[in-house]
């Protein structure tokens, strides 16, 4: 792997960091996968979508750039591949005097370093073209060295995928012979936005680089994918099939034609009769209890509610236990909604420094979570009742105004009648 080719060029011991592990099991071949055994519940990916549809559900963030508008129409899916594959890099680049966005996952960069605050100090990201059999490679390396950046750009050429071969100058590729070797651009931040998985890194503990939203949940993926494959096994061994005496096939001794499954020739007489039909009992009911115990434990690992992957109609449960289970679903995403925030926030900077602008954006996160919306509005509406609340504050909580549209919006106050004949 050229990543570890890079490493060593760097002078630095490979990185726990199970990237390969989790792409493959992201994209449906866990290790575990092979065989007869190739039938899995795809969990990895399904607990990776959920997180990132729940972390997004009506999430706005405003700011009139079309650059950035396109990156919020796209969040759910790079939401995704950040928390399937520990994380993953937004890089703007300028693309005929207007800029464009790379979407970089693991594979694309390695991380060399960090800073004492846990950001991003050192990183090395790779760029590759294949042309006339020949795998080009570039590599961009971002240092910060006290309050600057320094960058630099290194080309390489081989005939082989997994090797960079031999240093060659980046004039000898069309398409980086404008870019520079070096250079150094006096800024205070990298001239990207990093966006990794909150949950700490049990792989590495001394690393602040990201890990799987599955990584601690591998082990019962794997039980879940064998008990589905036992209960598959059981509806196919269960099914009902026909041990037929020889005689009663065709005299070529073959089946009858779209009956293979259900006639079974054992080639022997039967002693009691010319066939006997097979038909057991099946055992649905406790293996699917079991898988349904298995998905509780990898929602609980995972941080999502219980119910989510697993059946909820299987288990009773008291207002308190399902409170508990949202409010784990809850924190779990509001932790992923902080760190999207700020990857966004760090991203506007870099979209600033590359325009001289100075923009700002808003961001608004669904707490339907855990609060039911109607639920909540009966609550505000008895606490308005009960004078705990202005009528205003429920106005600007309902319809998103400011207090003086608030109090535009209500009734206006008719006096008595006394008062009015007094006048």
Known sequence: ???????????????????????????????????????????????????????????????????????????????EYGLALGGLILKPYKLND???????????????????FGEINHVVFIDRIYKNKRYFTRLEEHEQINDYWKITNTCYESDNYYSLGKKISLKEVNDWKNIKEAGVIKVDFPLFSYFKNPTAN????????????FSRALSLIQDADEQYQRILWEFKGTEIAIDADITVVKQ????????????????????????????????????????????????????????????????????????????????????????????????????????????????????????????????RLQEVSAGLIKPEEYLMWRYGVTEKEAQKMMPEVIED???????
């Open 202 to 213: 049990n792989l590495d503990l001394h690393s602040f680089e990201g890990v799987s939203c």
């Open 417 to 423: 009648e006394e008062e009015t004949e007094e006048e």
């Open 1 to 79: 792997m050229i990543q570890d080719e890079i490493r060593s060029m760097y002078g630095i011991n490979r990185i726990e960091n199970n990237y390969d592990l989790w792409l493959d099991c992201y994209r449906g071949e866990s290790p575990w996968l092979g065989g007869e055994n190739l039938e899995s519940l795809n969990l990895c990916a399904s607990i990776s979508s959920e997180l990132a549809r729940l972390t997004t559900i009506e999430f706005e963030s405003e700011l009139d750039l079309e650059i950035y508008q396109e990156v919020i129409e796209n969040a759910r899916k790079f939401v």
């Open 98 to 116: 207007k800029l464009a966005m790379n979407y970089l996952t693991p594979d694309m960069y390695l991380i060399l370093g960090f800073s004492v």
């Open 252 to 379: 070529n001794g073959e089946l009858p034609h779209g009956k293979e499954r259900l006639f079974r020739n054992l080639g022997l007489d039967q002693k009691d009769g010319f066939y006997e039909v097979f038909s057991p009992d099946i055992r649905d009911s406790s293996l699917f209890n079991g898988l349904n115990k298995i998905l509780r434990r990898i929602e609980f690992t995972v941080g999502l509610a219980y119910g989510t992957i697993s059946e909820v109609d299987q288990v009773e449960k008291s207002a308190t236990e399902i409170k508990a289970s949202k409010q784990r679903s809850y924190s779990t995403v509001v932790d992923i909604q902080k760190e999207l925030q700020k990857t966004l926030e760090n991203l506007i900077n870099v979209i600033n420094f590359y325009l001289n602008t100075n923009y700002e954006a808003s961001f608004s996160f669904d707490d339907s979570l855990v609060v039911d919306a109607e639920s909540e509005q009966k609550i």
